[in-house]
């Protein structure tokens, strides 16, 4: 099983920028999509973003397109997402999840792996 470990939330003015990475270690990293999450107070968890085994193809929900780009490194076995022009509304519980299929899924239920999360709070 794949160990995630997500880094790099915090606190950020509206309009300003963060950079998220989740960090995998025992799992075939290379052969996963992998997928961003989020969950805000009182919301069920969404899906934000999802990348391909070999970073050539991206997926992303309407609401971050422009503003979000995932990525990944398979020789760092670390996936991230750049998080730019931030709105109060990301404000959220960041989670990194792993696929264990070539296909991408925006689902919770479709990912096997999943990170303990990392908070990003945009003020106004």
């Known amino acids: 099983q794949v160990q995630l470990v997500e880094s790099g939330g915090g606190l950020v003015q509206a309009g300003g920028s963060l950079r998220l990475s989740c960090a995998a270690s025992?799992?075939?990293?290379?052969?996963?999509?992998m997928g961003w999450f989020r969950q805000a107070p009182g919301k069920e968890r969404e899906f934000v973003a999802a990348i391909s085994w070999s970073g050539g193809r991206t997926d992303s929900i309407e609401s971050v397109k422009g503003r979000f780009t995932i990525s990944r490194d398979n020789a760092k076995n670390t996936v991230y997402l750049q998080m730019n022009s931030l709105k109060p509304e990301d404000t959220a519980v960041y989670y990194c999840?792993?696929?264990?299929?070539?296909?991408?899924?925006?689902?919770?239920?479709?990912?096997?792996?999943w990170g303990q999360g990392t908070q990003v709070t945009v003020s106004s």
């Open positions: 999840a792993a696929r264990n299929r070539y296909s991408f899924a925006r689902g919770s239920y479709e990912y096997d792996s």
């Open positions: 025992g799992g075939t990293f290379s052969r996963s999509v």
